[in-house]
């Protein structure tokens, strides 16, 4: 278990991350999560990071509220990336040690982390199962 405390996000990321535009709609991005068994995608504008979308966030505009008790399916999935987002995004560097991420993953209920460069460019994604193969490997050690 040692060994996992000296363990990065670099050593254990995706390194080839699919990304979304903010013009993308639901329904393409639910095809995508179905297709590729993603817990969530970054979202680029430009070749730059400006938000990260989630499952989660596609549930989210189905919730029942007062002024929307049956949402339309079609209506719902027409909508864009760019309106259900979260541009305020939690993101570690490639030399984040996973200790750090596995904290920042517990205290924020978040399946995945965005791996941002020293210039805030995409270099990865790590996930749960990333963290959780890291442990498994360095607990036969």
């Given at each position: 278990?040692?060994k996992?405390?000296?363990q990065?996000?670099?050593?254990h990321?995706t390194?080839n991350?699919?990304?979304?535009?903010?013009d993308?709609?639901?329904l393409?991005?639910?095809?995508?999560?179905?297709?590729d068994?993603?817990n969530?995608?970054?979202?680029?504008?430009?070749?730059?990071?400006?938000?990260?979308v989630?499952?989660?966030?596609?549930?989210k505009c189905?919730?029942?509220?007062?002024?929307?008790?049956?949402?339309?399916?079609r209506?719902?999935?027409s909508?864009?990336?760019?309106?259900?987002?979260?541009p305020?995004?939690?993101y570690v560097?490639?030399d984040?040690?996973?200790t750090?991420?596995?904290?920042?993953?517990?205290e924020h209920?978040i399946?995945?982390?965005?791996v941002l460069?020293?210039?805030?460019?995409?270099?990865?994604?790590i996930a749960?199962?990333?963290?959780?193969?890291?442990l498994k490997?360095t607990?036969?050690?």
């Open positions: 278990m040692y996992f405390l000296e990065t996000a670099g050593g990321m390194r991350v699919r990304t979304v535009q903010r993308l709609n639901l393409a991005l639910s095809e995508m999560f179905e297709r068994d993603f969530s995608y970054p979202v680029e504008d430009d070749g730059q990071v400006v938000g990260i989630t499952k989660f966030d596609i549930l189905f919730a029942f509220t007062t002024s929307q008790m049956l949402p339309r399916y209506d719902l999935m909508r864009k990336v760019g309106d259900v987002m979260t305020e995004f939690i560097s490639p984040t040690r996973l750090r991420i596995l904290q920042i993953m517990v209920r399946r995945s982390i965005i460069d020293g210039a805030q460019k995409l270099v990865g994604i749960r199962e990333d963290v959780i193969a890291a490997a607990a036969s050690d």
